[in-house]
Nanobody, 133 residues
């Protein structure tokens, strides 16, 4: 079963920064080309809020309102299967569980924007972020 691996969560004071990492699988003989790489978070309740997504097909990125201007999604220049979410100016309301998700099937979820959580079939296990005031 394909899964993503996240890391980098932790506790930080308001105004601080964290960088989350997401590693997509590399299995010999299988092509796991990322078409969309997205970050979501779950703060309260079951809904996962889309924060940022990168479309490799269109070389475009999209950010949600909560992330715009503070968060940045990037890909490691050397390890192409590693993606980051740099989070700056963190606020207590940013606390929650952060997930990365990927599409390997043509890029439909991110073809025109952030997409929705139900459009992504491959997820990481989540990493906890706590921002204290």
């Amino acid at each position: 079963q394909v899964a993503l691996v996240e890391s980098g969560g932790g506790s930080v004071q308001a105004g601080g920064s964290l960088r989350l990492s997401c590693t997509t699988p590399e299995v010999s003989g299988y092509d796991f080309t990322v078409d969309c790489l997205a970050w979501f978070r779950q703060t309260s309740g079951p809904k996962r809020e889309p924060l940022a997504v990168y479309s490799t097909k269109f070389s475009s990125d999209y950010y949600g309102e909560s992330a715009e201007g503070r968060f940045a999604l990037s890909q490691d220049t050397a390890a192409k299967n590693t993606w980051y979410l740099q989070m700056n100016k963190l606020r207590p309301e940013d606390s929650g569980t952060y997930y990365c998700a990927a599409d390997f099937s043509g890029g439909t979820p991110c073809s025109g924007g952030l997409g929705h959580n139900w459009e992504y079939r491959v997820w990481g296990q989540g990493t906890q972020v706590t921002v204290s005031s």
